[in-house]
């Protein structure tokens, strides 16, 4: 019996969890890196999913990080149209399956990933990929990142 209340319980809490929002309104919120970057420049991936850690993310990241619960989130995948990875016009995409998800590897701003709070709404943060690239100046070049102060995607001091 205490297994079926248990279980009772759980389904009770899943059915009050309020619905994620739509990849729709997490693209018209997101928080790009740099404010120099424009959506609409990019075709724009997107897959609901569940993480607890960057290892759980389908995209790169260059900092790791530990939730203390798992959070339900919206992960991009932005690519300059056109660039190496496509030539598709902008626009966004929805991608059901994680390993239907496109991965970008380098590249600098051509690829931007995003992690939105599926319900709030709220970019928890965005960075472009590691640009290897040569510099004019053979200093390496700058990766912006975009984390707010009291995102859980924020390193551990």
């Not at 990019?42 to 569940?50: A, D, K, M, N, S």
Request: glycine share 6%.
């Amino acid at each position: 019996m205490a297994k079926l209340s248990a279980l009772a319980l759980v389904l009770l809490v899943a059915a009050c969890a309020p619905n994620p929002i739509s990849a729709e309104l997490a693209d018209e919120r997101v928080v790009l890196p740099d404010e120099r970057l424009n959506k609409s420049d990019y075709v724009r991936h997107y897959l609901l999913t569940t993480i607890m850690s960057d290892t759980d993310l389908p995209v790169s990241t260059s900092h790791s990080f530990l939730l203390p619960a798992s959070r339900q989130v919206w992960v991009g995948i932005f690519a300059r149209t056109p660039s190496v990875w496509t030539t598709a016009p902008a626009g966004m995409a929805i991608v059901e399956r994680r390993q239907d998800f496109p991965e970008f590897v380098h590249g600098g701003c051509d690829a931007v990933n995003v992690v939105v709070d599926a319900h709030t709404g709220e970019t928890l943060g965005s960075w472009c990929n590691v640009d290897n690239r040569q510099s004019l100046d053979g200093i390496p070049r700058r990766i912006p990142i975009y984390i707010p102060d009291g995102s859980p995607l924020r390193e551990a001091p």
